[in-house]
């Protein structure tokens, strides 16, 4: 199922049954006038004058809850997705002592696909303020509206939780509004116009230069340079030149039109810097190999072997010859390109899902594949055992298709899953359940469930930060979350 067009916020944390329901997000601030229209602009200023009253709100519905207990006052309830529909007015509430970071931003029109692109300050990055760099592309209502964008979200703060703020004295007090304005996120944009929605965004670097294959709904896929984005999303003087002058269409280095038509499967070799895997709905996979002066050659001889669309395409990280492809066709394959295209499928796994396989994953530290697929179920493969056709596990959480999953970057056990229910969710294989019934009065849930985070509509697409520790960014019909929870 390609998931090529957009159609509640909450969590629950495995190990301490703690459940957030939805409150106003923080928010990012644009980085001028020109990035965002006036309309956007006063639809931003209605946001924080909602939040306002809704601070208010809590600060009065905390006063009644102090001294409420035996008036009728509804307590919260826990809520697990799937179990219990919300009834007409009942709403999610956070909590954020469940978040050691939680932030959100919207770019205006929502993004269908993103990557992380890496920065040079440092691995394993803990500290706050925290700062990343992201490339994306919207899914505007007309082709012509469409932008590839490269965004800098920096001065990212935890929640007060985590930053260890509590109840002071007034002196302390009079202070917290200066506070809170040092610690104010900001968000920067550069924006290229693109015409056509773009299905699917991949960075790389070769060199010194941010790559980003994009796939688009003109059925192309086309490599574009980012170093003048990103540029100008760190210097202002730069990014004033920038709106001025790159408003026309965004020139790509290379564009592939060979697929003939539109595709989802895009990926980078993690070991071959340039190389690059493309597949599209009419069951084609091309490798691209990078050629000097910014140039690739692409075998006009495509892969065979699946049977319709092809939806997810994965590199090994360790064999610079082999990736993985799934398929609609219910498939999922191994392919090593040393051989013929026509005879490049050494291992497949014919009904490796019941219906379309979505996505897949390649664990970086362990010989695992994940996939999901519209079915809803995750499943966790080991390729040494893969020929057997049977996967070492499988989850049911979603309950709606798979949109999105990837292993952690550095912990072999842990990985995200997103889903068309609007789900988003933890996991560790390494967790174990000694009593498989119910815990604390609540349904059952895999017991590798550390975490679901809730409250956005429409979730495509979820990444690990790679530098920043445990960090997760989403993104959605309603936007991007930025967070990091107290399970990972």
């Known amino acids: 199922m390609g998931f090529n067009c957009f159609q509640k916020n909450g969590a629950l944390e495995k190990r301490k ?7 106003p997000f923080s928010k990012m601030s644009a980085p001028g006038g020109d990035t965002f229209s006036d309309a956007e602009i006063e639809k931003v200023e209605e946001m924080e004058d909602s939040e306002e009253e809704q601070e208010e709100m809590e600060e009065s519905d905390g006063d009644e809850e102090g001294d409420g207990a035996g008036d009728g006052t509804v307590q919260p309830r826990v809520y697990i997705p799937g179990i219990e529909p919300l009834q007409p007015g009942e709403e999610l509430e956070m909590d954020q002592t469940a978040y050691r970071l939680y932030h959100h931003c919207q770019t205006g029109a929502p993004c269908l696909s993103f990557d992380v692109i890496r920065d040079d300050l440092g691995e394993n990055r803990e500290e706050s303020p925290l700062s990343m760099l992201l490339c994306a592309g919207t899914q505007a ?16 703060h935890g929640t007060r939780r985590e930053e260890g703020d509590g109840e002071g004295s007034e002196s302390e007090s009079e202070g917290e509004g200066d506070e809170q304005e040092e610690k104010k996120p900001a968000l920067e944009l550069a924006m290229l116009p693109h015409y056509g929605a773009i299905n699917r965004v991949r960075v790389t670097r070769v060199g010194d230069t941010p790559l980003a294959a994009v796939w688009s709904e003109k059925g192309q896929v086309e490599i574009f340079d980012l170093r003048p984005q990103l540029d100008a999303v760190h210097d202002s003087a730069i990014m004033a030149t920038f709106l001025r002058e790159q408003q026309k269409e965004a020139t790509p280095l290379f564009t592939f039109t060979g697929h ?12 071959v810097p340039g190389r690059l895997a493309t ?37 090994s990280p360790t064999e610079p010859t082999v990736f993985a492809s799934c398929s609609v066709d219910t498939s999922i394959r191994i392919w090593d390109t040393r051989a013929p295209p026509s005879k490049a499928c050494m291992l497949s796994v014919s009904q490796a899902h019941s219906s379309d396989v979505n996505v897949i994953s390649w664990n970086r530290n362990e010989p695992f594949l994940l996939s999901g697929g519209d079915d809803g179920l995750l499943k966790v493969w080991d390729l040494r055992q893969f020929k057997a056709g049977r996967p070492v596990a499988s989850f049911k959480l979603h309950s709606a298709p798979v949109s999105s999953v990837e292993w952690h970057p550095t912990d072999g056990s842990v990985f995200a899953s997103a889903g068309s229910d609007d789900v988003v969710g933890q996991w560790d294989l390494s967790v174990e359940s000694c009593d498989p019934g119910t815990e604390a009065g ?4 895999p017991p590798q469930v550390l975490f679901l985070h809730q409250g956005q ?8 930060h790679p530098q920043n520790s445990g960090v997760l960014i989403c993104t959605a019909l309603s936007g991007f979350n930025v967070f990091r929870t107290i399970s990972v």
Do not use: Y
């Not at 209502?141 to 990212?156: I, P, Y």
């Not at 003939?260 to 070991?271: I, L, N, R």
């Not at 709905?281 to 075998?299: F, L, N, T």
């Not at 609540?442 to 849930?445: D, S």
């Open 17 to 23: 049954r703690v459940v957030t329901r939805v409150l």
């Open 141 to 156: 209502e007309t082709a012509q509206a469409n932008r590839l964008l490269v965004m800098r979200m920096h001065n990212l």
């Open 260 to 271: 003939m038509t539109e595709g989802f499967a895009v990926d980078w070799s993690p070991k």
């Open 279 to 315: 597949g599209d709905c009419k069951k084609h996979i091309h490798v691209w190999e990078p050629r000097e002066g910014g140039a690739w050659h692409v075998d006009q001889r495509p892969f065979a072997g699946h049977t319709h669309s092809v939806e997810d395409i994965q590199w």
């Open 442 to 445: 609540l349904p059952t849930l």
């Open 457 to 464: 509509t429409e979730v495509k697409e979820v990444h690990w």
